[in-house]
């Protein structure tokens, strides 16, 4: 069983931005395998769906705090879903990445981002994976002034790309194992 986290800040005052494009890849990865609709959690600041991506379980999680306090949804879920960290997989906006790339990576660090940092602290580990996708312009832009704007223009068609390069490596995970994902992810 895999957790799938997509990281991003909730309401609808954030959708399109930068910081949510985690968020926005699990949203169109639950439509495209067929989850149920996402659904309150009781027992922890979260939205769920779960299911099957072929053979494998899969629960996937938006939590429905900030970003910077993500762990505090991570980790109860771990525990309830008694997921160990190697089977979690993090979403998330990468300031350090173009936009159109992306890059899987397992066990590194925080790279300067605080929702994963914040995961990091809940979950007492760094050995998870994380699905890091450029959100960074062609002209660098500072992260903290980057990533609330909204994609705009011709951005949206490469949102939709790099979109669709993920729900591949989600169901790569799923359906095979993570480090050919990554082989594949990352060319």
Known sequence: ??????????????????HNIG????L????????????????????IAEGKIGKERVTFLLPETFVNKSGS?????????????KNLILLHDDVDLLLGSAKLSYGRGSAGHKGVESVMRAVKAKDF???????QKKRRVLGENLVL????????T????????SLVAIETIATACPERAMNEYNA
């Open 1 to 18: 069983m895999y957790l799938v986290v997509g990281l991003g800040n909730p309401g609808p005052h954030y959708q399109g931005t930068r």
């Open 23 to 26: 968020r926005e890849t699990l």
């Open 28 to 47: 169109a990865s639950q439509k495209k395998f067929g989850l149920p609709e996402f659904a309150q959690s009781a027992k922890y600041k979260a939205l």
């Open 73 to 85: 949804a991570v980790a109860p879920a771990l525990r309830y879903y008694k997921v160990k960290p």
């Open 129 to 135: 994976w994380r699905m890091r996708i450029g959100v």
């Open 149 to 156: 704007q909204k994609f705009r223009g011709d951005e949206l």
């Open 158 to 165: 490469t949102v939709k790309k790099i979109i669709k390069k």
